[in-house]
């Protein structure tokens, strides 16, 4: 069992920068791939970045590719997601996944484990 919980998120204007942490807890952090997807009310869940066990390789949805970055800090098990050049349309709720498989994957059913997710809001 993979414990995860968000922390970090909070209202910014747009072009400005927010991180977000998971902080895990139980099994080994290193056993398992992450990712984080964000959900707005009504919609499914989606892709937003995701990382090898490693930490070696990331892998970002087109949407913010440029913008965000993915990282682990195993010694601390957390992983980030450092949001730049922040827009409106990224108001939504940010959760972070975990995954028993070999590598990240953008589909949630991919995923074992899910934290409740943090509120990032961006005003224009």
């Known amino acids: 069992q993979v414990q995860l919980v968000e922390s970090g998120g909070g209202l910014v204007q747009a072009g400005g920068s927010l991180s977000v942490s998971c902080a895990a807890s139980?099994?080994?952090?290193?056993?398992?791939?992450m990712a984080w997807f964000r959900q707005s009310p009504g919609k499914e869940r989606e892709f937003v970045a995701g990382?090898?066990?490693?930490?070696?390789?990331?892998y970002y949805a087109d949407a913010v590719k440029g913008r965000f970055t993915i990282s682990t800090d195993n010694a601390k098990n957390t992983v980030y997601l450092q949001m730049n050049s922040l827009k409106p349309e990224d108001t939504v709720v940010y959760c972070c996944?975990?995954?028993?498989?070999?590598?990240?994957?953008?589909?949630?059913?991919?995923?074992?484990?899910w934290g409740q997710g943090t509120q990032v809001t961006v005003s224009s």
């Open positions: 996944a975990a995954s028993r498989r070999v590598a990240p994957g953008k589909y949630d059913y991919w995923y074992d484990y």
């Open positions: 139980g099994r080994s952090f290193s056993s398992y791939v």
């Open positions: 990382i090898s066990r490693s930490g070696s390789t990331t």
